[in-house]
């Protein structure tokens, strides 16, 4: 097995679930990218539940304002479509931590904090986050906001300080009980984990979720792949549960890469808005299908959402507050 990088040749051998996550809605893309953006409360609930019936066993969820479908951190606006998802799946419910570009702190922790699901994302680290590349496809805007909104990019940094991250730790985690997916866009985003790991402030088991291809943060290079499991590996040891996103037209052999070398996965209209090449997406099932395909032909079993409450330690989903 010469050339291939010793991860792969110790996961393949592993007959572990693969986590599929789903992530439904995002901030990154507007209105006028997709019609099959789900943007109303309603749309979201229903895009949720047919991604969980495909096989999402996590479903990482931003809210919409219903009257034009900008990102939005109203807890009223997450009630309109969380209590609908838990009571037509048992997939577990993931509330965003990462809000918008415009938002602040407290904005983007009001929905957590009043819902305490069972998990939500955390950003590991301040950054660039590019999208103002998307201006130069020249789309007809359905909403004012939006080209305004990736122009900020440009000149925006999307803030995680240390007292951002302690804050959700404490407040969030601490708190309220709610465990993590830990976002890491590059690799100092895994050593400043590792830093409140070594601080006390982030118990195991993590749910370590590292992404690719966002202008800002690491590159989707296969070679970068891999550096992120040895690191990881050597930071969290055994102590740690892989997943693997990639923005765009990377997603597919990205994920399905990493499934190979023994990670979790994570798909979803936030993350890419195609089937193939070419072709759109018409619906998160869509791509929770496909990838469940691949998986399955590769001889990989997917993971229920019982399954990933015991891997995560998760508290239950009796113990959330809508």
Same mark, same amino acid.
């Given at each position: 097995?010469?050339?291939?990088?010793?991860?792969?040749?110790?996961?393949?051998?592993?007959?572990?679930?693969?986590?599929?996550?789903?992530? #439904? !809605?995002?901030?990154?893309?507007?209105?006028?990218?997709?019609?099959?953006?789900?943007?109303?409360?309603?749309?979201?609930?229903?895009?949720?539940?047919?991604?969980?019936?495909?096989?999402?066993?996590?479903? /990482?969820? /931003?809210?919409?304002?219903?009257?034009?479908?900008?990102?939005?951190?109203?807890?009223? #606006?997450?009630?309109?479509?969380?209590?609908?998802?838990?009571?037509?799946?048992?997939?577990?419910?993931?509330?965003?931590?990462?809000?918008? /570009?415009?938002?602040?702190?407290?904005?983007?922790?009001?929905?957590?904090?009043?819902?305490?699901?069972?998990?939500?994302?955390?950003?590991?680290?301040?950054?660039?986050?590019?999208?103002?590349?998307?201006?130069?496809?020249?789309?007809?805007?359905?909403?004012?906001?939006?080209?305004?909104?990736?122009?900020?990019?440009?000149?925006?940094?999307?803030?995680?300080?240390?007292?951002?991250?302690?804050?959700?730790?404490?407040?969030?985690?601490?708190?309220?009980?709610?465990?993590?997916?830990?976002?890491?866009?590059?690799?100092?985003?895994?050593?400043?984990?590792?830093?409140?790991?070594?601080?006390?402030?982030?118990?195991?088991?993590?749910? #370590?979720? !590292?992404?690719?291809?966002?202008?800002?943060?690491?590159?989707?290079?296969?070679?970068?792949?891999? /550096?992120?499991?040895?690191?990881?590996?050597?930071?969290?040891?055994?102590?740690?549960?892989?997943?693997?996103?990639?923005?765009?037209?990377?997603?597919?052999?990205?994920?399905? !890469?990493?499934?190979?070398?023994?990670?979790?996965?994570?798909?979803?209209?936030?993350?890419?808005?195609?089937?193939?090449?070419?072709?759109?997406?018409?619906?998160?099932?869509?791509? #929770?299908?496909?990838?469940?395909?691949?998986?399955?032909?590769?001889?990989?079993?997917?993971?229920?959402?019982?399954?990933?409450?015991?891997?995560?330690?998760?508290?239950?989903?009796?113990?959330?507050?809508?």
């Amino acid at each position: 097995m010469a050339g291939i990088p010793d991860a792969v040749k110790e996961s393949s051998l592993s007959n572990r679930k693969v986590i599929i996550t789903c992530a #439904v !809605t995002g901030a990154i893309h507007t209105p006028s990218m997709s019609p099959h953006l789900p943007l109303s409360p309603a749309e979201i609930a229903a895009s949720a539940v047919g991604a969980a019936e495909s096989g999402a066993a996590i479903l /990482h969820l /931003h809210a919409r304002d219903p009257s034009d479908g900008r990102p939005t951190p109203d807890p009223d #606006v997450f009630r309109q479509f969380l209590p609908v998802i838990k009571e037509q799946t048992d997939a577990v419910i993931n509330v965003t931590t990462g809000g918008g /570009h415009n938002m602040t702190i407290d904005d983007r922790l009001a929905g957590p904090l009043a819902l305490q699901p069972e998990m939500c994302s955390l950003n590991m680290g301040s950054m660039n986050f590019g999208l103002y590349p998307i201006l130069d496809k020249k789309l007809e805007w359905r909403h004012d906001w939006e080209p305004q909104y990736l122009e900020n990019t440009r000149g925006g940094i999307f803030r995680n300080t240390f007292s951002d991250i302690e804050a959700i730790l404490q407040r969030l985690g601490d708190g309220c009980g709610t465990r993590f997916e830990f976002e890491c866009y590059d690799v100092g985003h895994l050593y400043n984990l590792a830093h409140f790991v070594d601080r006390g402030l982030a118990q195991p088991p993590f749910f #370590v979720q !590292t992404i690719f291809g966002i202008l800002g943060g690491i590159g989707a290079d296969i070679e970068n792949l891999a /550096h992120m499991r040895r690191i990881a590996d050597r930071l969290f040891g055994d102590d740690y549960q892989w997943s693997i996103l990639a923005a765009g037209r990377h997603q597919t052999n990205f994920v399905t !890469t990493g499934a190979i070398m023994g990670g979790n996965v994570r798909v979803g209209l936030e993350d890419n808005l195609y089937l193939s090449k070419g072709v759109m997406a018409e619906s998160n099932a869509q791509q #929770v299908d496909k990838i469940r395909r691949l998986l399955e032909e590769l001889s990989l079993e997917i993971a229920t959402p019982a399954e990933v409450r015991d891997r995560l330690d998760l508290k239950g989903v009796a113990n959330v507050k809508f």
